[in-house]
């Protein structure tokens, strides 16, 4: 995987901390804006995403490692299985397996729940604060998605994979999110499931909160000089 020049920032271990919720309130008034990542942040749609990997792999005949794949999360299916070539020096048709995976995806009769830590968050912060979504998935998808969950119209934009060129783990996402709502990374806190993602939001000069089995963890963004 091509990964991103070097950030200006980087966080240190030293400064995770798990946060509860009054100190997670409170430590949340110092953002303008909210950047939410989707699937595993927003929506428990990881599931769903894996048994579609699945099916894809024993269509086109690849090696299926569930937990790697789930640490791909937030990047584009397509890119994907450019992964996939590189890690098992094999030759896939990245268009056409990320096409069957995303239809294996569609099919699959699930009933996506909504994750209540990060969705109370933005149901707390609507109307108080900026708020986006910087999702992997393609546009049509996430938007079908939001709308379900009943999150789509309190948002004040939405990036997908569609609408950016370079993905997680690099910063474009987060960075046009930000654009759109008129703010500066500085103002923005971002909350992801994923390393990758915890990279793009950094690579953007955003503190980050990581969803986790425990809650969720702080990783503040540092900068090299300090």
Known sequence: MNQPEPAAHAS???HIEHVSQPELLNHLSQYKGLIFDMDGTLL???PAHVESWKKA???FGFPFTAQWLQSMGGMP???VVGEINRRFGLCLNPHD???FKQDMFRLLDYQYQRIALTCDILEQ???ER????GTGSHRDNALSLLKNAGLLDKLDTVITASDVENHKPHPDTFLKACHQIQLQPE???VFEDTILGKQAAHAAGMDCFLVTEQGLVFYPLINKAS
């Open 125 to 127: 912060a609507y109307g």
């Open 12 to 14: 240190r271990p030293c």
């Open 77 to 79: 299916s397509i890119k």
């Open 130 to 133: 900026k708020l986006a979504v």
């Open 187 to 189: 103002e923005c806190v």
């Open 97 to 99: 397996v990320s096409l």
């Open 57 to 59: 792999s024993e269509h």
């Open 44 to 46: 428990d749609t990881m």
